[in-house]
């Protein structure tokens, strides 16, 4: 089992460029979750999907879309990329209720 | 919303020493889990604990659902156990899971 993957690992973007953050998971989770860590602080939630199918806004979800492609797949979209959104962004499965199991991080630097 | 708060903030220990972090919260809640995050960023389950007391190794976790804290014991400490210990809450209701800031944890050799 590769668990949670995400890609890519690092990105650089410019102000106003788009971009779509993947993640995949092969444990079968029926919830998956998007969150941003910020240099010093905790994780806050972006969108979690509780099912394939239904998405759902967390704290934190202005300029940000979801799609939760299949059961394994749940992509972060990013339409139109702002400073403020430079990040650690961090995909996370669990079975309908137990622990969160992360994907390793994919650091966005946005210019 | 709720509010999850972590103490102490920061946390150096000589290797060997033991350690208790704790965690509040404001509200009821489905599940508590505790997290360790590494030097090199990697996010680490420990424990899925909800309520009661849970033993790995060095480390055990109990939680006081009624009294809304939850503590993480960490023994013998070790270099190793090095990096950030986050709690994470999910109130009653949702999945909208709440991270405290972290206990930030140096164990010196």
């Known amino acids: 089992n590769a668990g949670v993957t995400q890609t890519p690992k690092f990105q650089v973007l410019k102000t106003g460029q788009s971009m779509t953050l993947q993640c995949a998971q092969d444990m079968n989770h029926n919830s998956m979750y998007w969150y941003r860590q910020d240099p010093g602080m905790g994780l806050r939630l972006i969108y979690y999907?509780?099912?394939?199918?239904?998405?759902d806004k967390g704290e934190v979800p202005n300029g940000y879309n979801v799609s939760r492609l299949n059961k394994r797949e749940f992509s972060l979209r990013l339409e139109s990329a702002a400073p403020s959104q430079t990040s650690v962004y961090f995909c996370?499965?669990?079975?309908?209720?137990?622990?969160?199991?992360f994907g390793p991080g994919t650091r966005l630097l946005v210019l | 919303g709720i509010q999850v708060e972590q103490s102490p903030p920061d946390l150096i220990l000589q290797e060997g020493a033991n350690s208790t972090l704790r965690c509040n919260f404001s509200d009821s809640v489905n599940n508590l889990q505790w997290f360790h995050q590494n030097p090199w960023g990697q996010l680490i389950n420990l424990f899925y604990i909800p309520s009661g007391t849970k033993q790995n190794g060095r480390l055990s976790a109990t939680t006081v659902a009624t009294e809304r804290y939850s503590l993480l014991y960490i023994s013998s400490s070790q270099t190793t156990d090095s990096g950030v210990y986050f709690c994470?809450?999910?109130?009653?209701?949702?999945?909208?899971?709440?991270f405290g800031a972290g206990t930030r944890l140096f164990v010196k050799a």
């Open positions: 999907s509780a099912s394939e199918g239904t998405t």
């Open positions: 994470a809450v999910e109130p009653t209701g949702g999945f909208k899971t709440i």
């Open positions: 996370a499965s669990t079975p309908r209720t137990g622990t969160q199991y």
